[in-house]
Antibody, heavy 120, light 110 residues
Framework: QVQLQESGPGLLKPSGTLSLTCGVS?????????WSWVRQSPGKGLEWIGE???????NYNPSLKTRVSMSIDTSKSQFSLKLYSLTAADTAVYFC?????????????WGQGSLVTVSS | QSVLTQPPSVSGAPGQRVTISCTGS?????????VHWYQQLPGRVPKLLIY???NRPSGVPDRFSASKSGTSASLAITGLQAEDEAEYYC??????????FGTGTKVTVL
């Protein structure tokens, strides 16, 4: 059973850069899945940020595209998220998640989430 | 920003049936993309409840069912139980190459 674990700083300053990593265990990151980041602002709904494939292919949410970058390190079985030019509105719990098999566009596994607070 | 619209809240007594609607558009649900549903208990990680419009993963009780028609979908919970009190989200895919989520619905068991 795949397990996902987010890691990264919990407190960041406005205008700074968020860097999070998701470690994948129990399954190969080289399998034919896409790996996503999803966030949830306090008391709010879910927002998809973007996804990456082990081939290096990426897709980003159009509303965040100019501030997002994702990468993958198959040797370490992990993928990462960078979000630039942070504001308080980026305060959220950030989840990493795995897309289903056969590219059916739903998430079958989620990490526990990492709370990121943007504050001066 | 959520692209799919859900009612903010629904409630019902134990044993009753409640339904949650999910309204999209011609670029997501109406374009033929499947609808999936997640249950998020307070303080917990979203859990896949329904996939591919009306399929339940192993372990999900058959009191949960869903359907899709046109640009909308709905989730039904029959025989409502106290443990069903949670936030529910629909999710689909969009022609902008994005996953899209619903606004979320809080289910309260009276």
């Amino acid at each position: 059973q795949v397990q996902l674990q987010e890691s990264g700083p919990g407190l960041l300053k406005p205008s700074g850069t968020l860097s999070l990593t998701c470690g994948v265990s129990g399954a190969s990151i080289r399998s034919d899945h896409w790996w996503s980041w999803v966030r949830q602002s306090p008391g709010k709904g879910l927002e998809w940020i973007g996804e990456i494939h082990h081939s290096g292919g990426t897709n980003y949410n159009p509303s965040l595209k100019t501030r997002v970058s994702m990468s993958i390190d198959t040797s370490k079985s992990q993928f990462s998220l960078k979000l630039y030019s942070l504001t308080a509105a980026d305060t959220a719990v950030y989840f990493c998640a795995r897309d289903s098999s056969y590219r059916l566009y739903y998430f079958d596994s989620w990490g526990q989430g990492s709370l990121v607070t943007v504050s001066s | 920003q959520s692209v799919l619209t859900q009612p903010p809240s629904v409630s019902g007594a134990p044993g009753q049936r409640v339904t949650i609607s999910c309204t999209g558009s011609s670029s997501n649900i109406g374009a033929g993309f499947d609808v999936h549903w997640y249950q998020q208990l307070p303080g917990r990680v979203p859990k896949l409840l329904i996939y591919h419009n009306n399929n339940r993963p192993s372990g999900v009780p058959d009191r949960f069912s869903a359907s899709k028609s046109g640009t909308s979908a709905s989730l039904a919970i029959t025989g409502l139980q106290a443990e069903d009190e949670a936030e529910y989200y629909c999710q689909s895919y969009d022609s902008t190459l994005s996953y899209v989520f619903g606004t979320g619905t809080k289910v309260t068991v009276l």
